[in-house]
C-alpha cells in the first residue's frame, strides 16, 4: 500500500478513485503521564510518554484507514491529512484522525 500527502504518486497514473477512507483513534493518557508531563512543564524537555502515545495513535489510525482502502481494492491512499485532538475532561483523551482518497495505481 502506497501512502501519501501528497494528490498523486509521481511517475504513477491514478488508474483509478475508489472513494474517501478514514481512520480514527481515540487514547486516554492516564493520571501518571500526566504527572510526569506536568514535571516536564516545569522543567523542560520532551515527554516521552505523551510522545508514544501520539505515535501509538497515529499508527494506529493509519492503519485503519489502509485497512479500509484495501476493503474497497485500493493500492494506495493519497492526498492523506493527519488531525490532532485533545478531548473529554480537562482534555485526558487524544484523538487523532486520518483520511485520504483510496486510488488504484
Excluded: C, H, W
Amino acid at each position: 500500500m502506497v501512502l501519501s500527502t501528497t494528490p498523486q504518486i509521481e511517475g504513477r497514473p491514478i488508474r483509478e478513485y475508489k472513494g474517501v477512507v478514514t481512520g480514527e483513534t481515540i487514547i486516554g493518557a492516564n493520571v501518571f503521564k500526566d504527572f510526569l508531563a506536568g514535571i516536564r512543564d516545569i522543567v523542560g524537555g520532551r515527554s516521552g510518554s505523551y510522545e508514544k502515545v501520539l505515535i501509538e495513535a497515529k499508527d494506529t489510525s493509519m492503519q485503519e484507514m489502509m485497512q479500509r482502502a484495501q476493503a474497497l481494492g485500493a493500492n494506495a491512499v493519497v492526498g492523506i491529512d493527519i488531525d490532532y485532538e485533545t478531548i473529554g475532561a480537562n482534555g485526558s483523551m487524544l484523538m487523532v484522525a486520518t483520511s485520504g482518497t483510496a486510488v488504484v495505481i
